[in-house]
């Protein structure tokens, strides 16, 4: 990651409390760390929380020195909680932003504002999990709760989230099932919780179980997932929300739909980043995002007027064009703003035929299209959650020539500036009852280079209802309309659209359980494009700061890590692999003595002809260790596409000491609900 200025002197001198205790009401203690002003007992502060599931003692331990410290030494008293069942927290954690999560955070909130070091007022904080529970909780309305910054989250959990997209399941979601299925299952520090860590784990073990089965059990848009929706009652959000994404990030849409929505005080934010704090994320420019949060919390926490809220509505970077390459350090553009934001924007109409992408209605009937794609189709595409660390950008989209249905406008003659969603709606019929479609919007330059601007999938059983779907009438045209992730890009004059359709779309999507044959009337079809238009609002914004943080931790590197993203065809089969390996190799951490080590290891197969030969395979090892004691988890985790059902595996194995102490297997055929 990008590494910000350090900071090492504040106008307040800070202490830091490793661990206490926060007592829950039904005696489960959870673990907290603080940093405040050492005055804040006799001088009460406000205070910010960060309540995550990710191990305080290890997990975020070095992005939290560069956060919470630094708002400690602003005059803030900045609180990181291990959730139930989590890093040293006690009891279980049986799944994601379930009640009882929000129930411990309201009892976090209530605890902290009865401190003697706490002013009364609190604001939540985080990205990811953090964000989600930061918009979860503001919607209980707990009383000293007054701002959130939440970042890389939704508002809803099932249009939005790692699950799902256009109805269609992400394979992300077996990803982020592993992943999160090993988190819940790594052990407490013997050194905070003493003799009873080993009862705690095993706890764990025993307990807080396979979420993945949960999440293939609910597939379409059921009480399971409005739960945690803060759009089933945007009303029900009165503290002041700043919402804060990134164009390489999959959680951007979010934002939109908050600011046109939320009736409380709110802000945005969009950077070029993937799924990292601003102050060092890639790609950049990295922005002064700590000096940016204490604007808001001055404003929101203290009553200090710092004109936050005289401020344009949503800030976006607006990114130039650049060459297809899956790795950006850094994204060139400009600032922009706007003060307000509707869903309901129509866009630019453009028109289809079979030779031609045009901004005008074509002269002659533009006839039929029929798409079937090879499975294979979307092998360009980006990872859904991308973190800007390695190689997991979309690549040069010519390399779908072949799998997908393409058409080009001409060359642009002045420049066009896009900003918010592209929409393709046009009406088709399908020879299947479950089908999918893709489409793809790509900037071609004068050298013929294809750059990704923003994709969308839609899930042709979904058409109407995320929360009721119904098949395809087989052969009967009807209307669609898919919604492309929000973009905000230049596409310079002399160069070309392009519009890329298809009837798959792996690795992003699992497929469709039989292949389906599209069959579109191009005289309906047409791409809705949000242009935009400069604004005299855009050369009023103040720059941001330098990024900068506090003294961060030390940690000394015992080997060398390892990461890659691999695409392979196997000639023989015709077999296409996606492998993604993370090794972060053996990390020592100076100030808890703890060797950590996380080895991911992943890859998804499918055969361009067969729907149901689409796999995926998941492995995680966690390893912590200090002298004279090593604690393992390992996980593996498995989905297989049938006809009829989702065929899922997953196993656990802890290990102490080298010993295997814990092993459980999980299997389970999960019927296939119109996906």
């Given at each position: 990651m990008a590494q910000p200025r350090i900071r090492t002197e504040f106008p307040h001198e800070i202490k830091e409390i490793e661990n206490i205790w926060i007592p829950m009401p039904d005696g489960t203690r959870l673990a907290a760390r603080i940093w405040l002003p050492v005055d804040a007992e006799t001088n009460p502060v406000p205070a910010i929380l960060e309540y995550l599931p990710y191990r305080k003692r290890d997990g975020t331990v070095e992005?939290?020195?560069?956060?919470?410290?630094?708002?400690?030494?602003?005059?803030?008293?900045?609180?990181?909680?291990?959730?139930?069942?989590?890093?040293?927290?006690?009891?279980?954690?049986?799944?994601?932003?379930?009640?009882?999560?929000?129930?411990?955070?309201?009892?976090?909130?209530?605890?902290?504002?009865?401190?003697?070091?706490?002013?009364?007022?609190?604001?939540?904080?985080?990205?990811?999990?953090?964000?989600?529970?930061?918009?979860?909780?503001?919607?209980?309305?707990?009383?000293?709760?007054?701002?959130?910054?939440?970042?890389?989250?939704?508002d809803d959990r099932y249009a939005d989230d790692i699950h799902f997209m256009g109805g269609a399941i992400l394979t992300d979601k077996l990803s982020w099932g592993a992943t999160a299925f090993t988190i819940a299952m790594t052990p407490p520090d013997p050194a905070i919780v003493d003799e009873s860590w080993r009862k705690m784990w095993l706890e764990r073990l025993e307990n807080n179980g396979c979420w993945l089965m949960d999440w293939f059990r609910h597939q379409r848009r059921d009480a399971f997932w409005q739960h945690g929706s803060v759009c089933e009652d945007y009303s029900a959000i009165t503290a002041a929300v700043y919402a804060i994404g990134g164009w390489a990030d999959g959680y951007t849409n979010p934002v939109f739909r908050m600011m046109d929505n939320l009736n409380c005080p709110k802000k945005a934010l969009i950077g070029p980043w993937a799924h990292k704090y601003p102050h060092f994320a890639n790609p950049g420019p990295q922005i002064g995002f700590l000096q940016e949060a204490l604007r808001w919390w001055d404003q929101h926490l203290k009553g200090i007027d710092t004109g936050i809220m005289d401020e344009p509505m949503i800030r976006a970077w607006l990114q130039d064009a650049h060459a297809p390459t899956p790795r950006h350090?850094?994204?060139?553009?400009?600032?922009?703003?706007?003060?307000?934001?509707?869903?309901?924007?129509?866009?630019?109409?453009?028109?289809?035929?079979?030779?031609?992408?045009?901004?005008?209605?074509?002269?002659?009937?533009?006839?039929?299209?029929?798409?079937?794609?090879?499975?294979?189709?979307?092998?360009?595409?980006?990872?859904?959650?991308?973190?800007?660390?390695?190689?997991?950008?979309?690549?040069?989209?010519?390399?779908?020539?072949?799998?997908?249905?393409?058409?080009?406008?001409?060359?642009?003659?002045?420049?066009?500036?896009?900003?918010?969603?592209?929409?393709?709606?046009?009406?088709?019929?399908?020879?299947?009852?479950?089908?999918?479609?893709?489409?793809?919007?790509?900037?071609?330059?004068?050298?013929?280079?294809?750059?990704?601007?923003?994709?969308?999938?839609?899930?042709?059983?979904?058409?109407?209802?995320?929360?009721?779907?119904?098949?395809?009438?087989?052969?009967?045209?009807?209307?669609?309309?898919?919604?492309?992730?929000?973009?905000?890009?230049?596409?310079?004059?002399?160069?070309?659209?392009?519009?890329?359709?298809?009837?798959?779309?792996?690795?992003?999507?699992?497929?469709?359980?039989?292949?389906?044959?599209?069959?579109?009337?191009?005289?309906?079809?047409?791409?809705?494009?949000?242009?935009?238009?400069?604004?005299?609002?855009?050369?009023?914004?103040?720059?941001?700061?330098?990024?900068?943080?506090?003294?961060?931790?030390?940690?000394?590197?015992?080997?060398?890590?390892?990461?890659?993203?691999?695409?392979?065809?196997?000639?023989?089969?015709?077999?296409?692999?996606?492998?993604?390996?993370?090794?972060?190799?053996?990390?020592r951490h100076a100030h808890t003595g703890l060797t950590i080590r996380y080895i991911q290891d992943e890859t998804f197969n499918i055969h361009p002809d067969d729907p149901n030969s689409a796999f995926g395979n998941c492995k995680w090892r966690k390893s912590y260790a200090r002298e004279g004691w090593k604690a393992e988890v390992e996980t593996e985790c498995s989905v297989r596409a049938q006809p009829e059902f989702w065929d899922i595996h997953a196993t656990l194995i802890a290990r102490e000491n080298g010993t295997e102490i814990f092993r459980r297997d999980y299997e389970e055929a999960i019927p296939r609900d119109l996906v």
């Open positions: 992005r939290d020195h560069l956060t919470h410290p630094y708002f400690a030494g602003y005059g803030y008293a900045s609180v990181r909680v291990d959730m139930r069942g989590t890093g040293d927290s006690e009891g279980v954690c049986l799944g994601e932003y379930l009640r009882q999560e929000q129930d411990d955070a309201l009892a976090v909130i209530e605890w902290i504002t009865a401190q003697p070091w706490c002013a009364g007022t609190v604001g939540m904080m985080g990205i990811s999990w953090g964000g989600f529970n930061g918009l979860q909780v503001a919607a209980r309305r707990p009383e000293g709760l007054k701002a959130v910054i939440t970042l890389c989250s939704t350090p850094e994204r060139q553009g400009r600032w922009i703003a706007e003060d307000d934001w509707s869903m309901s924007n129509a866009g630019t109409a453009w028109h289809l035929t079979k030779e031609a992408l045009l901004d005008s209605v074509p002269t002659q009937s533009a006839g039929r299209l029929t798409i079937k794609s090879p499975h294979t189709a979307g092998r360009t595409a980006p990872n859904w959650f991308q973190f800007g660390l390695g190689a997991d950008g979309p690549t040069d989209q010519n390399g779908e020539a072949g799998l997908v249905w393409s058409v080009d406008s001409s060359p642009l003659s002045e420049q066009l500036d896009l900003f918010g969603f592209p929409r393709f709606t046009c009406t088709l019929a399908c020879d299947r009852p479950i089908g999918q479609i893709g489409a793809v919007l790509s900037s071609v330059a004068p050298n013929g280079q294809a750059t990704m601007i923003s994709y969308g999938v839609l899930n042709l059983t979904h058409r109407i209802s995320h929360s009721d779907p119904s098949p395809m009438p087989v052969g009967t045209d009807v209307t669609v309309e898919v919604q492309l992730n929000a973009c905000g890009q230049v596409v310079p004059a002399g160069h070309r659209l392009r519009l890329a359709l298809s009837s798959a779309y792996w690795p992003i999507i699992w497929p469709s359980p039989e292949s389906a044959t599209l069959d579109i009337d191009l005289s309906s079809a047409r791409l809705f494009l949000p242009t935009r238009r400069a604004s005299q609002r855009d050369s009023t914004l103040a720059p941001f700061h330098e990024a900068e943080g506090a003294a961060p931790l030390r940690a000394e590197a015992l080997t060398e890590g390892n990461w890659y993203r691999r695409l392979i065809s196997d000639i023989g089969t015709g077999t296409e692999t996606l492998h993604r390996f993370n090794d972060t190799g053996e990390v």
